[in-house]
């Protein structure tokens, strides 16, 4: 009886152990993964307009060909680059989330 107490103990370890490893990998960024944007406050994208590390907005939104009404922008890091990331309300009312324009540049990305 002794015996299969300790075989269930090391049983139950076994597992914690494996499911350990499991969870660990899950949570481990992927190769080739991009890591989530930081965005920064207004205040802080006035400040990087007025120190020339980016573009101010209408001067992207010009570089970059977009067309119709900005809804919404944001300038945000990600992956090391400055993008402003644009909702645009196009012709015909319809709404477009993904625009993206390189903040330096004004490059539509």
Same mark, same amino acid.
């Given at each position: ?50 120190? %020339? ?6 001067? /992207? #939104?010009?570089?970059?060909? +977009?067309? *119709? =009404?900005? $809804? ?17 309300? %196009? ?6 989330? /993904? #625009?993206?324009?390189?903040? +330096?540049? *004004? =490059?539509? $990305?």
């Amino acid at each position: 009886m002794k015996r299969l107490v300790s075989s269930s103990r090391t049983t139950k370890t076994a597992a914690a152990l494996i499911a350990a490893v499991l969870i660990g990998l899950s949570a481990a960024p992927q190769a080739g993964a991009q890591a989530a944007p930081t965005c920064f406050a207004p205040a802080q994208t006035q400040q990087m307009v007025q120190t %020339g590390q980016v573009l101010p907005l209408s001067e /992207a #939104v010009a570089r970059g060909g +977009v067309s *119709g =009404q900005v $809804l919404r922008a944001e300038l945000c890091n990600v992956n090391g680059r400055l993008v402003y990331r644009l909702t645009v309300l %196009g012709a015909g009312g319809q709404v477009q989330t /993904a #625009v993206t324009l390189d903040a +330096v540049t *004004g =490059q539509r $990305l």
